[in-house]
């Protein structure tokens, strides 16, 4: 079993990432249950703008794209800015819109039989909120999205300096982490048994 | 397998309800897959504000949480007020938030292995969000929430007195919510056969 | 000048109410500048589902109603449930729906020259998305919503029992509480003295 | 007076925008209130991930920053994808989390005294909550938000070609813009009238 993590921060490579840190925690959670993890930091990629699979010219997307169909889970973790995930998230979301009208052989959705889960972080607040958003899209695109399939860091109320990397107070994030992978494979692995077959308005 | 449909129509009985319309719709989708399905107008029982299973003194809640656990799909079935899901359904989720910590005998979150699906109602627009807030609550508790799990029909733009219940164009919506019954059930009964086991934070 | 702040707790009086301390807080700040404040808990209240002003049978909102008309200033304050306002709030945004069709004799619309402001109370998370969702409720009701006319306090991540009346960590909270009155109030007196004509729609 | 228009579509010119059609009207009812209008197409423009004001190395933004700051008025004009904001939109509110440190040499925010108003267009559903996220990032960044300073154009339920462009049901998106427009410039020059002086949390 196979996870693709996304990382939306606006940071390019080199510089630490707090969702990546965090996303980091996940993937190593999720390979204690075996699954084998890849996450891309996608501001390192030229994606372009778009909500096709491929909009030509350099575009970095259609290689991530083949990763993300080769894994059964999906996890999409991004920073909050004025309390939305970022730009960078919602470009990838917004070329995974082209998933919907892709199915398999037998007509079945791409992105079903696929579960979906979501990484946060922030310096403020607004963690419940971005969770929506993007279970929202990737239940719109036909993922699945087990109960809890989710963890978050942030601060608490007003701007500041303190992130997810040097906090001390991160038992519950974790355990909330460790929670998500959890549901995350069963789900997965409850789908891989018993797969949703074609829905009849393929 | 049964199904429990919570409509947040803000009209009594015996009003017309829109919403009721359309998750009639889904229960008739659901059913010929073999559901047992009850929908339930919350707005006709007095359920009281608050955050516990019990608020006591006539609370008309702990009947219909009874109802719930009973079954392996829940339905939240909302008309669109200001953009947002009702009141009603509001007092619903809000009263569903004990959930949170009640499990069963192996400390398995009681709302987990259940699967949620979403039917929106309005004269306007913001359906997509309304799916969004539900979904999240859902998943918060515990609920597992598949792709494509739900419905909805609006007008489009500016105020105006069509309502799905007369409306000639429903046809995207009637077989949207057919595959999200197909879902729905398909998802249910994965997990029935390989349930989540008792999480690592439990 | 007058302010009427509705509180969206979802427990009766006399139980202390968090959101009535904070939104009491705001109200400090707006007597400072000499406006006179008036706070309704709603939930004390039999406010009748439905979306018109007056809902017959004993309805309280059209007192409510009176009391908001009376006001330049109009404060929602609200606690977070599951990420979202509170279901005793969104019954008070359903019954302004029907200030959108109500003028004065000129035809401008009754909420129009009017300001609004957000509060928001939770445990965990949420608050930005609460603003969001008020402030575009008002907005699409005729309300301005000045810049940074909000305050809120949470506890940051994870379910817990601190709350805002006991927290001694509240001064980011209180300060821009302060800004909030400070912006509500330099906007009504603009908008006093320079009131909105009616519009070209009405 | 001035407005700024920012348009967040994904497709570079000479491409047609529906969105820059529908906030080409609305620049036009500006217009007609003696208001000088600037559309800017942010695709076409290099805008560097980040939350400074100047990401350095060929970064577009300073001068488009530059744009906004000459204006009393702020219009941020977005497709829907998946029910969201663009990411073109989303990356341009992300560089105008710079100006909340921002501010005059009185120490008041450099969005105080600017008015925001906000344009959508998508060919499903979602106008509702695009501007309860536009409007709520203005408002944290300082702008005044006036009532009803929107207006949006989409098709309703379901995916499909059609598009504002060529649709002939855009009377009340239009009446909207009028309106909108008409309470823009209102709240602008009460403003200019009356500004908002320095904030005590300054």
Same mark, same amino acid.
């Given at each position: ?73 999906? =996890? @999409?973790? %991004?920073?909050?800015?004025? $309390?939305? *995930? ?5 470009? &990838?979301?917004?070329?995974? +819109? ?19 889960? =979501? @990484?946060? %972080?922030?310096?403020?607040? $607004?963690? *419940? ?5 993007? &279970?929202?899209?990737?239940? +719109? ?62």
């Amino acid at each position: 079993m196979k996870a693709i993590i996304l990382n939306g921060t606006l940071k390019p490579s080199p510089a630490p990432s707090n969702t990546e840190a965090l996303a980091g925690y996940l993937a190593g959670a999720l390979e204690r249950h075996g699954v084998q993890t890849e996450q891309i930091r996608l501001v390192d990629h030229d994606v372009k703008p778009g909500v096709e699979s491929d909009m030509g010219d350099a575009d970095a997307w259609p290689a991530i794209r083949e990763r993300i169909v080769t894994a059964e889970i999906l =996890v @999409v973790a %991004t920073p909050t800015w004025l $309390g939305q *995930h970022s730009s960078v998230t919602q470009r &990838a979301l917004e070329r995974m +819109d082209a998933l919907l009208s892709e199915t398999d052989d037998d007509g079945v959705p791409i992105a079903y039989n696929r579960v979906g889960g =979501v @990484v946060v %972080t922030g310096n403020e607040d $607004g963690a *419940h909120h971005v969770i929506a958003v993007v &279970a929202q899209c990737l239940i +719109d695109i036909g993922f699945t999205v087990p109960g809890q399939a989710w963890t978050y860091w942030n601060k608490g109320p007003g701007p500041g300096d303190e992130e997810y990397a040097n906090s001390d107070d991160t038992d519950w994030t974790h355990a909330t982490a460790d929670a998500a992978a959890h549901n995350l494979v069963a789900v997965a692995r409850a789908l891989a048994a018993n797969p949703i077959s074609t829905p009849p308005n393929a």
